[in-house]
């Protein structure tokens, strides 16, 4: 019987069962990416829905005021706090009006509260005067400003955003000129706040 056996038949069915197998499996693969793609996409699409109701949840703080800056880093469900706070409360209060947004399963609250220091919150007072009255004022107005002076040990650091070049530049140059500030960074960013 093994004699009438087709041999070149079975070679010819193997290799299409080989070429069907390569098939099924190579749209298996797609079919997986694809779906990892939309969850990367609909991950993508969580964090930054969250992120802009973290944004709106800090600006809605009482006393989140222009000599704090928080800063907002979303890694999947979690988020991650920063920046820099004088009024005590605020960094407590911002990891508690985070913590209960939608999808949010940690904060991490990396907040440093800045020592009380009357030289600092001299160099406060000055620079926050000086900018409104010579400067750009526009950028500090009593609620959400868009500009944040950080002042610790005698160092100013801008944070936010402006509208132009030249005023960065103007409130850097004046941020120079407040007395007894020993160094001056400035990290304005020219353009439109995004939440």
Not at 134 to 152: A, S, W
Request: proline share 4%; net charge neutral; hydrophobic share 40%.
């Amino acid at each position: 019987m093994l004699g009438n056996f087709d041999w070149e038949k079975l070679d010819i069915m193997r290799k299409i069962g080989s070429l069907v197998f390569v098939v099924f499996v190579f749209v298996g693969i797609s079919v997986v990416g694809v779906s990892a793609q939309g969850g990367t996409s609909a991950s993508l699409q969580s964090s930054k829905t969250i992120a802009q109701k973290a944004h709106s949840s800090l600006r809605g703080l009482p006393r989140y005021g222009v000599f704090d800056n928080i800063t907002i880093d979303v890694q999947g469900s979690t988020v991650i706090l920063g920046g820099k706070v004088i009024t005590l409360g605020t960094k407590s209060a911002a990891a508690n009006a985070v913590k209960d947004i939608p999808d949010v399963t940690e904060v991490v609250n990396n907040i440093d509260e800045l020592p009380p220091s009357p030289f600092d919150d001299r160099i406060r007072r000055e620079a926050y005067r000086t900018f409104v009255s010579r400067g750009p004022g526009q950028y500090f107005p009593d609620l959400n400003p868009d500009v944040r002076i950080i002042v610790e040990n005698g160092q100013i650091t801008l944070e936010g955003y402006v509208h132009s070049d030249g005023d960065r530049n103007m409130l850097n140059i004046l941020a120079n000129g407040v007395s007894g500030a020993f160094k001056v960074t400035n990290n304005l960013v020219v353009g439109r706040r995004v939440a």
